[in-house]
């Protein structure tokens, strides 16, 4: 057994700005505790504000609820089929499943690792000739990297087929000076603790549809009929954010561009660590692109690396100094749960999962945290060129 002496490095840990307590303790003074209040108010201001375009926000209590809802939203039902990112966390494709119906995956393109518009195109036009025309398409912006939005919206468009945006990881993220998130029919937002900002937990739904906004509000809290007595005419969900975690929002907004920031120059600093060595690379940020970097992932060919190192090398390298890290995500067509998924692509998410890994990136690492990452890096490297 490994007794852990070093204080633990964490992937992504919440960074608190001070200012939240202030909000949450108006909530406490006010007796505005029960779900919904000001502060919730505040909160889908500050974000409709923070993305313009005519965005509306609802504030609701996951990410994974808002991609329920906005699949809701657009008539997903028992049958359909709805396209999604193969290499993305499970919440952007088990809300599919939600709602009966069956997610197609479509792999990544080397450039961005986001959905492969080309890919895209070829499973539309397969699934169209077996007679199910998908009735969504949920690309997602990986890490902070924002997809081929355009080049995705082209072919959506040429089929009629809305888009559902996951910029779960996203948010502050530019595509072409345009926000992630503001692009396709409806958005997601999470504020998972790990995300660049939190409410703890937490997630939106953006939308310039101001009756997609409205229903999902309505839907989101049971949806209750306007009646002096408890009327359902539709069947509803608990989805809201309550007023305690919206206030921790309310002041995480405040230095959401600090975060930013400081998550670049994190990028930078393991850019300038690692990027001479052979056999490492990083997720690209092409020209009119802008990443949050939420997360700093790297890849690894071991058979270009000194020593042959892998990302797993690396991974238990770092686990055994008490220094957390983490796998690129699993594609969801090679999880047992959605084995009998269709898919479209070349492997590309394959490759990139076995050769990925997902640095320590949180906006609270400090220099001398950093430094014991770097050490530990280099050392490995070193050590494994020397043999």
């Known amino acids: ?39 919730v108010d505040g909160f889908e201001n500050d974000l409709a504000n923070y993305l313009g375009d005519d965005e509306k926000v609802t504030a609701l209590s996951s990410g994974t609820a ?64 077996r007679g199910k025309k998908p009735k969504a398409i949920i690309p997602v912006h990986l890490y902070g990297m924002p997809c081929k939005i355009n080049e995705i919206l082209h072919v959506a468009n040429e089929y009629e087929i809305p888009v559902i945006e996951d910029a779960a990881e996203a948010l502050g993220s530019l595509y072409f000076g345009k926000h992630a998130g503001t692009f396709g029919q409806v958005a997601c937002l999470s504020f998972n603790g790990n995300k660049i900002i939190t409410t703890s937990g937490g997630g939106a739904i953006v939308s310039k549809n101001e009756k ?29 954010m309550s007023n305690i975690s919206a206030g921790i929002g309310r002041g995480q907004m405040t230095v959401l561009n600090e975060r930013i920031q400081k998550k670049r120059e994190v990028f930078e600093q393991y850019k ?53 890290s983490r796998p690129l995500w699993k594609p969801m067509h090679l999880q047992p749960v959605f084995k009998n998924a269709p898919f479209y692509g070349n492997e590309t998410s394959n490759k990139l999962f076995r050769q990925g890994l997902c640095l320590p990136s949180g906006s609270n690492l400090t220099e001398e945290e950093f430094e014991r990452i770097n050490t530990k890096l280099l050392f490995l490297f070193n050590k494994s060129n020397n043999h």
């Open 272 to 324: 300038n660590v690692l990027g001479k060595i052979s056999g490492v690379s990083f997720q690209s940020e092409p020209k009119e692109f802008f990443s949050n970097r939420w997360l700093t992932a790297i890849l690894t060919d071991e058979k270009q690396t000194p020593g042959n190192v892998s990302n797993e090398n690396i991974r238990i390298a770092l686990e055994k100094d008490n220094i957390e």
């Open 66 to 129: 808002a991609i329920h809802l906005a699949l809701i939203l657009l008539g997903v039902e028992t049958g359909d089929e709805v396209i999604c990112q193969s290499l993305t966390f499970s919440a952007s494709a088990n809300p599919i499943v939600y709602q009966n119906a069956t997610p197609v995956f479509v792999d990544s393109e080397d450039e961005t690792w986001n959905m492969s518009p080309y890919f895209l195109e070829e499973a539309i036009k397969d699934r169209i000739k």
């Open 1 to 39: 057994m490994i007794v852990q002496t070093n204080k633990k490095i964490w992937l992504s840990s919440p960074h608190m700005s001070g200012k939240e307590k202030e909000f949450v303790d108006e909530a406490f003074a006010t007796n505005w505790v029960a779900p919904l209040g000001p502060n």
């Open 212 to 240: 997609y906004i409205q229903k999902a509000k309505f839907l989101a809290t049971q949806a209750r009929d306007p009646a002096p007595h408890y009327e359902h005419s539709h069947i509803g969900y608990n989805y809201r």
